[in-house]
T-cell receptor, first 113, second 112 residues
């Protein structure tokens, strides 16, 4: 069965600093990979997804993620964080032969000014 | 285009009462998913439908929970009777094909 690990429960970065949120997955083949963001009191918004092809994926709001098969990772990055990026971020994995997503526990991002 | 619509946004009820949560998926989407989010258990898939047919309800916690999708534009999640441990945020998501899911704003349920 698939599993997703987000090792960092909380991360605090200064506004303008770079950001990397970690995501590791366990799956026997290359899965579909997603990052979602959830602001307080809101639903989950899709940031980006990886299905195949270029392993560096661009998303909305200036985010990007890189799929590394050898490390079973799909880390999310942003070169310069804005205060409005403070939210909870979820990595999700889907099997290519299945219909369900498995979500990580989430990483809460705090941005300090 | 309108996104996934859920109602009500907030629901406060007393233990033992019936609760019905509603979801309108994005037009043209053929998959619909119901999730529950709690601090302790994170985001859990309860059930999902394809073309209005329930495909996998293995995540439904108990017989007190039931879900229906009478047509492509509407789904309900019902809890009867409700208990305090059902307090959570319930999300509906839809997708065209089973891959990229789009989430609604959620219903925050509080059972007293």
């Amino acid at each position: 069965a698939q599993s997703v690990t987000q090792p960092d429960i909380h991360i605090t970065v200064s506004e303008g600093a770079s950001l990397e949120l970690r995501c590791n997955y366990s799956y026997g083949a290359t899965p579909y990979l997603f990052w979602y963001v959830q602001s307080p009191g809101q639903g989950l918004q899709l940031l980006l997804k990886y299905f195949s092809g270029d392993t560096l994926v661009q998303g909305i709001k200036g985010f990007e993620a890189e799929f590394k098969r050898s490390q079973s990772s799909f880390n999310l990055r942003k070169p310069s964080v804005h205060w409005s990026d403070a939210a909870e971020y979820f990595c999700a994995v889907g099997a290519r032969d299945g219909n369900k997503l498995v979500f990580g526990a989430g990483t809460i991002l705090r941005v300090k000014s | 285009d309108a996104g996934v619509i859920q109602s009500p946004r907030h629901e406060v009820t007393e233990m033992g009462q019936e609760v019905t949560l509603r979801c309108k998926p994005i037009s043209g989407h053929d998959y619909l998913f119901w999730y529950r989010q709690t601090m302790m258990r994170g985001l859990e898939l309860l059930i999902y439908f394809n073309n209005n047919v329930p495909i996998d309800d293995s995540g439904m916690p108990e017989d007190r929970f039931s879900a229906k999708m009478p047509n492509a534009s509407f789904s309900t999640l019902k809890i009867q009777p409700s208990e305090p441990r059902d307090s959570a945020v319930y999300f509906c998501a839809s997708s065209r094909g089973p891959r990229t899911q789009y989430f609604g704003p959620g219903t925050r349920l509080t059972v007293l």
